[in-house]
């Protein structure tokens, strides 16, 4: 029984995801090896992977590069997490300070998509029954 259009979708999306993070992980892991051939290292990472291999210099290298690694990765995600903020951040206060042509300030909800084009409406150049962006009105 064949794969319907909707599963071979998720399917693919699900492959792009699984390599865009093997990429990720790639140029990570090349970032710890530039920055360790060029002497930069995390001296709390580092302490850490002695404690993780028990003094072994050469055991805590391995584990350094692993935990250097996901420290990169966290901090990608926190940069992620904190832009997401900013961002909705910036489209309530936006919606809070949209002005209608003649001066009026009218709330928007950022949500807002134009009744005739679909788009985003940062503005409601329409009525209160029909809302329209700049560029439909």
């Known amino acids: 029984m064949g794969k319907s259009r909707e599963q071979n979708m998720i399917f693919r999306k699900i492959g792009d995801s699984a390599a865009i993070n093997r990429k990720s992980e790639e140029y990570i892991y090349e970032i ?3 920055e360790i051939k060029s002497g930069i290292r995390k001296e709390g990472l580092w302490a850490q992977a002695l ?3 028990e003094g072994s ?3 805590a290298e391995a584990a ?3 935990l250097r690694a ?3 990765k966290d901090d990608v995600r926190l940069f992620e997490s ?3 903020k900013i961002e909705k951040q910036i489209a309530r206060d936006e919606a809070k300070t949209s002005v209608k042509p003649g001066g009026s300030s009218r709330p928007v909800d950022p949500a807002w998509q134009c009744a005739r084009c679909g788009g985003r409406v940062g503005v409601n150049y329409g009525s209160s029954t029909e809302i329209i962006c700049e560029r439909c009105a």
């Open 32 to 34: 710890v090896i530039e």
């Open 57 to 59: 210099e050469k055991k």
């Open 70 to 72: 996901q420290a990169l």
């Open 82 to 84: 904190i832009r997401r």
């Open 51 to 53: 404690v993780k291999a």
């Open 64 to 66: 350094y590069i692993a």
